[in-house]
């Protein structure tokens, strides 16, 4: 597997595809990190690292942000992500992952759980 990390040219046409149809909880969560309002980080919307595509990713601090339905709860769901959040970390990218749910009654404390995630500001 390529260790590059970029959005790759043959998923583009997937990656705009997931983009114009975001789940409820991702537009919710889109609303808070589009145009760096969260502490000025800049997070990208279904972007590809290797042969994933991630439903949000923030480049400056290599933080993956998963939305997660129910397909995520099965055994075989459970499985695909540990390898892929495996894969992930072997590169440098910590991965954090919300259930649905989460992000519809409880917004605040997901952008305080990412936040805390974040290096320290540069001085």
């Not at 949000?56 to 942000?65: G, I, M, Q, T, V």
């Amino acid at each position: 597997m390529n260790n590059k990390i970029s959005n790759l040219t043959h998923l583009k046409k997937y990656r705009k595809k997931l983009r114009k149809n975001l789940t409820m909880e991702e537009a919710m969560l889109w609303k808070n990190l589009k145009n760096k309002q969260l502490e000025g980080r800049r997070f990208r919307r279904q972007f590809s690292v290797n042969n994933y595509i991630l439903d949000f990713y923030c480049p400056s601090e290599k933080l993956a942000l998963e939305i997660d339905g129910e397909g995520h709860y099965t055994v075989e769901g459970k499985n695909k992500d540990a390898v892929r959040d495996k894969n992930l970390q072997s590169i440098g990218i910590k991965v954090l992952r919300f259930e649905n749910v989460k992000i519809r009654v409880a917004m605040d404390y997901v952008l305080e759980k990412i936040k805390y995630h974040f290096h320290p500001p540069p001085k």
